[in-house]
Structures are given as structure tokens and as C-alpha cells.
């Protein structure tokens, strides 16, 4: 039974035919379909169309999925915030992410051991932050799905080696970062007429003050930076000073934690929910369910602002520490 086609379709064919792209060809297709009279003449064709339809969109989707899966630098964030460390070569990102967390890192003393992204959870307290290894910064080669890495992040973390010229391996990071688009938040304001520009919080980390003979460097090293610049020194060999180092990245990541409790019940202060300074009881009500944003009505809160078990309303602005009965 001849099939009685249209020009439309014929059009819609040849436009086919010369598609680069699988979209294009799905729109192709799709179109193709739509003008194909329905009667018994054109049930084959419609079938073959159909499959060819189907078969796309699988290719699509197996691409698709494909993708996700090959790049290293597709790094969900968990916990508390998503820190990537950064640095030149040998600066002991890998020494440090292996001692505070629970991933294993290649770590070595000679140079360029890192290729790949390592993700880590390390433990605060009664929260965990997410610290990424990567390898090192290097001007001979820029990784661009590193840079798309790191303009997701929450916070850089850009250790320095206290001990073989701190400031320059500074100033080249920063460079090599700024070439990226990547600036620390404290500068945005010399990019502001740039567009693209990434600002993200930056903590500095002077590693290898291994003891107090090094503190010497360290003095040297605060001088340089004057107090333009967030820093804290540690030793990822000893240990000295990692306390410091994680409080100083919760106040770096600028969050909260706020505790839940039921009436006649006792807080659970093991498991906090962790919020962004300034967030508002209405935000965290949200966040412990998406209804509740909308039927909250009041709350009830303990904590260092108010008297216990006072009555608040839904733009009160939560601080840390507080526990809250949400009135439903």
C-alpha cells in the first residue's frame, strides 16, 4: 500500500540526513514522525522511525552516562563543605589528606606522586568536612576538569612548604589560579568589571613547622603576609597544630551547627544539621524537611541569644549551637 508522504516529511528527511549532532537528529526524527500519515501504508515506516527514535536516545544516554563516569574530577560534595587542597609540587597535600582523613593518597617524597583527585571525609567535632587531594599546580600543564574542580568547591585549602620560599610558591599558585579565573574572595574586588570570574574563600596552610625551631620561618612567613591573608601553620609529619587547622576551616566555611529536639525529649547533639552563618529559622526548617519551610509557624529555642525555650518566629537568625523545637 503506497505510504503518500508529504513534502514536509521529505524536507524533514533531508534535514536529517545532514544533522551533525545526536540532538539535531532526534529533532529530526521526532519531526518526521509527527508528519507521517497513520494509516495501514505507513505502519512499517512509522515502526522503523520509532526504533531509530529509540536507539538514539539510548546511544544518548549511554554517552551521557559514559561521561559521568570517566572523569576523576566529578567529585560529589558530602558533609559539612567540599575543601579542595591545593599547592605546588611537594608541599605534602597528600601526606595531609592521608592524616586527617579516612582516603589513602599516594604519599612520597618525590615529586608529582598525585595524578588524580582523592576525596577524603575528615572528622570535626560531631561533623565531617570533605578535603579533595589533587595533584600539584604546575605551569607546564593545567588541568581544565581540575579548574572546573575547584570553581565548585566550597573553600581552597593552598598549602605552602614552610620551609623552601613560602611566598613565592604563593604568588605562582595565585597566578597560575588567576590565568583560571580562580581568585581568592578577599580580591574579588579588583575583578569586579571582569566577567567569569570565580572569588571563592581561601585558607592558607604553612606546613612543615614541625617544631619550634621552624617557628622561625613561620615569623619570617607572617611578615610577608602582613594580615591580608587567612593562615595557620601546622606540621602534617607531627601533627602540630592540625586542631588548629580544622577549627579554622569550620570558621572558614562560615557555617553553623544546630541542633534538633523533640518536646519532653532531650537535644540529639550528635548529629547536627549545618547551616550557613546568617541563616534564618525558616532555612533551617527547610532544611530538616522541604514542607515544614512553609507550615512552620513558631519555634522554640535554646541557645547563647535567647533564654531557654523561648518562642521565635520564622526570620530569627540561628546561632551556633542552638537547639530548636520546631512548632508545626
Request: aromatic share 6%; net charge positive; hydrophobic share 40%.
Amino acid at each position: 500500500m503506497p505510504t503518500n508522504l508529504p513534502p514536509e516529511y521529505y524536507e524533514a528527511e533531508k534535514r536529517f540526513r545532514s544533522s551533525k549532532t545526536p540532538a539535531e537528529k532526534l529533532a529530526c526524527l521526532d519531526e518526521m514522525i509527527s508528519i507521517v500519515p497513520k494509516h495501514k501504508g505507513t505502519d512499517k515506516l512509522r515502526a522503523d522511525l520509532r526504533k531509530r527514535l529509540s536507539k538514539l536516545k539510548s546511544a544518548a544516554r549511554a554517552k551521557k552516562s559514559l561521561g559521568r563516569h570517566e572523569s576523576a574530577y566529578h567529585i560529589n560534595k558530602e558533609g559539612a563543605g567540599q575543601v579542595v587542597v591545593v599547592g605546588m609540587t611537594n608541599v605534602g597535600k597528600s601526606a595531609l589528606v592521608a592524616r586527617v582523613t579516612n582516603a589513602s593518597p599516594e604519599v612520597a617524597d618525590f615529586p608529582y606522586t598525585t595524578w588524580k583527585p582523592t576525596p577524603g571525609m575528615m572528622p570535626v567535632e560531631n561533623i565531617q568536612i570533605q578535603l579533595i587531594d589533587t595533584p600539584p599546580l604546575s605551569k607546564e600543564y593545567v588541568d581544565p576538569e581540575m579548574m572546573d574542580l575547584i570553581r565548585r568547591c566550597d573553600l581552597v585549602l593552598l598549602m605552602v612548604d614552610l620551609q623552601t620560599d613560602p611566598w613565592q610558591q604563593i604568588e605562582d599558585s595565585l597566578v597560575l589560579l588567576e590565568a583560571q579565573r580562580i581568585v581568592p574572595l578577599r580580591l574579588k574586588d579588583r575583578y569586579r568589571d571582569q566577567r567569569g570570574i570565580r572569588s571563592l574563600p581561601f585558607l592558607i596552610l604553612a606546613n612543615k613547622n614541625d617544631d619550634p625551631q621552624t617557628d622561625e620561618n613561620l615569623e619570617i612567613f607572617r611578615e610577608l603576609l602582613a594580615d591580608n591573608w587567612p593562615m595557620v601553620s601546622a606540621s602534617v609529619k607531627t601533627g602540630r597544630n592540625l586542631d588548629q587547622l580544622k577549627a579554622a576551616l569550620v570558621e572558614r566555611l562560615n557555617i553553623i551547627r544546630v541542633y534538633t529536639k523533640s518536646p519532653g525529649r532531650k537535644p540529639d547533639l550528635k548529629a547536627p544539621f549545618v547551616l550557613q552563618k546568617g541563616s534564618t529559622m525558616a532555612d533551617f526548617a527547610g532544611k530538616v524537611h522541604q514542607d515544614f519551610a512553609h507550615k512552620l509557624k513558631s519555634a522554640k529555642v535554646w541557645g547563647p541569644a535567647v533564654f531557654d525555650g523561648q518562642m521565635v518566629q520564622r526570620d530569627y537568625v540561628l546561632q551556633e549551637g542552638d537547639i530548636v523545637e520546631l512548632q508545626i
